[in-house]
T-cell receptor, first 109, second 113 residues
């Protein structure tokens, strides 16, 4: 299954957009890209997923590169409640859903 | 909303004890997963089950076993707990399919002394 690479940490100011990058250069054609986030003392929660087209939902937007080797999670207006660890994974066979260490997002006033 | 419930939030066990971590989901999901989470190592998959009585090893199955006798319940068993199994354990469930989101419980923090 495709390995994903994310920056260890990012910072953002409140009310500003945040672009969280993810590289998945070995992704196969049928693998979806999923994003999850983990707030302190909680289990990860699903944010968004996509295959080829850009996707929007109430939490975020997902922009997928045309070659599918990378994607970007976009939080349109970061709030303090968005401070979390964000994980990008590509879903091949279910037995290989490995999360990695994710990106720790800090949001400041 | 899907609810994944882990039986204990915190657990303290002694070295050598047999430990059971229980997970129940209420949305009739076929897939269930056990992960452990350690600082600097992210979430690592221990075991996965795609149906009752079916299981597959994940990345780090050594020292663990699992049981899935009913669709809604997936148990993680530490046959003989060791201090290096001190960790946060997370259970998740999902429908089949690569586009199906995982739904996680809030975790069990296990300390083995």
């Amino acid at each position: 299954d495709a390995k994903t690479t994310q920056p260890n940490s990012m910072e953002s100011n409140e009310e500003e957009p945040v672009h969280l990058p993810c590289n998945h250069s070995t992704i196969s054609g049928t693998d979806y890209i999923h994003w999850y986030r983990q707030l302190p003392s909680q289990g990860p929660e699903y944010v968004i997923h996509g295959l080829t087209s850009n996707v929007n939902n109430r939490m975020a937007s997902l922009a997928i590169a045309e070659d599918r080797k990378s994607s970007t999670l976009i939080l349109h207006r970061a709030t303090l409640r968005d401070a979390a660890v964000y994980y990008c994974i590509s879903t091949g066979t279910a037995s290989k859903l490995t999360f990695g260490t994710g990106t720790r997002l800090q949001v400041t006033l | 909303d899907v609810k994944v419930t882990q039986s204990s939030r915190y657990l303290v066990k002694r070295t050598g004890e047999k430990v059971f971590l229980e997970c129940v989901q209420d949305m009739d999901h076929e897939n269930m997963f056990w992960y452990r989470q350690d600082p600097g190592l992210g979430l690592r998959l221990i075991y996965f089950s795609y149906d009752v009585k079916m299981k597959e090893k994940g990345d780090i199955p050594e020292g663990y076993s699992v049981s899935r006798e009913k669709k809604e319940r997936f148990s993680l068993i530490l046959e003989s707990a060791s201090t290096n199994q001190t960790s946060m354990y997370l259970c998740a469930s999902s429908l089949p399919g690569r586009d199906s989101p995982l739904h996680f419980g809030n975790g069990t923090r296990l300390t083995v002394t």
